[in-house]
């Protein structure tokens, strides 16, 4: 490099006129909280020192067994043979976004059932990339028969037909039994969230007929926030890979992801994004717990403290909504009081965290969510305590 260059340089280095900022002059620091709402859940020990291991390439021969590891793992979760397995480099919104971006284009009918506020994402999602959106909606808390279901499909002659098994702004667990035989009568995808429900409540993706389930690490999976299980069945496979027009994500594009995490029968992997390696390590851990444990002992631990959980809810005379999820109870917003001022008071004085609604359930409920790790009495007792003390300490603006 010349000597002119170099001096340039010198200049552009000395020219720094804005100072480091303070606050990245001190040390981080994270409050400890118990994280009772409907997520992120607290992250056992093993978990975190899981991720915490030392960082080895993306592309690495180990980081390959360690993506397959998570690939049977989520199998297991999702039962499901179905060798397009993935886990999404993002939240449960990037895996929701990759299943509408990758098997919809442009132009085509989608079927939303909307009772809370993950209908009503599919649905602006769908939107955004030039679907023609139908949409069942109820109010929060509400079902769907498989009657109305089949008709909104005989009608709308959807390409894809969208529910959420565990809709966690409602507190609601919904039955799926029968709904993919619908959507395989008229040719119509069914997808499915399990974001908030996976590891609590049963779900059987190839019984049921799936054609396509996402989840995320971040609720009864005990892992952080950041990746995302999805599958595909062959069915959805065909449509997705057989289409006129590429999705309008190159991200989320599943011709490469397949390939990066080995799905499609190539003999090499080729780059196509950073995947977050430490998120996988947790993940991979988070699902190794799960089959340590065994789905049937995970789904039982989650109705019995919840049905425990639903007993002292309802002693202190707090109502409850029906067809409850298991990782996240939602209750009626106590006549009278102030909900923000509830749960402000039980962070101050619990450090806990408990939330109100979501989307159209946003001033109806409050909710509580104890799944995975913190799925147990003791946590269930803390949360009731914590209630209880606010009931009696915040203002009624009624007598």
Avoid at 71 to 98: D, L, P, R, V
Avoid at 248 to 261: E, G, K, P, Q
Wanted: glycine share 8%; aromatic share 8%; charged share 20%.
């Amino acid at each position: 490099m010349s000597a002119p260059v170099l001096l340039r340089q010198d200049r552009s280095m000395s020219s720094v006129t804005i100072p480091p900022p303070a606050c990245m002059l001190r040390p981080l620091e994270v409050p400890l909280r118990y994280l009772f709402g409907p997520g992120p859940s607290n992250v056992p020990p093993r978990i975190l020192a899981a991720g915490s291991r030392p960082i080895i390439g993306h592309l690495h021969p180990e980081m390959y067994e360690i993506m397959n590891d998570i690939k049977k793992g989520i199998q297991y979760a999702f039962q499901t043979e179905n060798n397009m397995t993935i886990a999404m480099s993002g939240s449960g919104h990037a895996a929701m976004e990759c299943a509408v971006f990758n098997t919809v284009e442009p132009g085509e009918s989608v079927l939303i059932a909307i009772n809370g506020i993950w209908g009503e994402r599919v649905a602006e999602i769908a939107e955004r990339m030039g679907a023609n959106v139908q949409r069942m909606v109820k109010t929060p808390g509400g079902y769907f028969t498989n009657t109305e279901i089949e008709q909104a499909i005989k009608k709308h002659k959807p390409v894809l037909f969208f529910l959420t098994h565990g809709e966690s702004s409602a507190g609601l667990c919904h039955p799926v039994d029968g709904i993919g035989d619908i959507c395989r009568k008229h040719d119509c995808l069914f997808l499915v969230d399990t974001v908030a429900s996976l590891g609590a409540a049963p779900i059987f993706m190839d019984k049921q007929n799936i054609d396509i389930l996402y989840s995320g690490s971040q609720k009864a999976l005990n892992a952080p926030p950041g990746t995302a299980p999805i599958s595909f069945n062959d069915r959805a496979c065909h449509k997705m890979f057989n289409r006129k027009t590429k999705p309008v994500s190159y991200l989320f594009d599943m011709t490469h992801l397949s390939n990066y995490w080995g799905c499609d029968g190539k003999p090499a992997r080729v780059y196509h994004h950073t995947g977050p390696v430490s998120g996988f390590f947790a993940l991979r851990e988070s699902l190794a717990i799960l089959a340590e444990r065994g789905l049937e002992e995970s789904w039982k631990k989650h109705k019995e403290v919840a049905a425990y959980l639903y007993r002292g809810l309802e002693d202190l005379g707090l109502k409850l909504f029906d067809l409850r999820l298991p990782s996240v109870t939602t209750i009626a917003i106590p006549e009278g009081y102030d909900w923000r001022e509830m749960l402000t008071y039980i962070m101050k004085h619990h450090h806990m965290e408990m939330t109100g609604g979501l989307g159209p359930s946003i001033g109806m409920v409050m909710r509580i969510g104890l799944m995975g790790y913190n799925c147990e009495k003791t946590n269930a007792d803390m949360a009731l305590h914590a209630l209880a003390d606010a009931l009696k300490n915040c203002k009624k603006s009624k007598p």
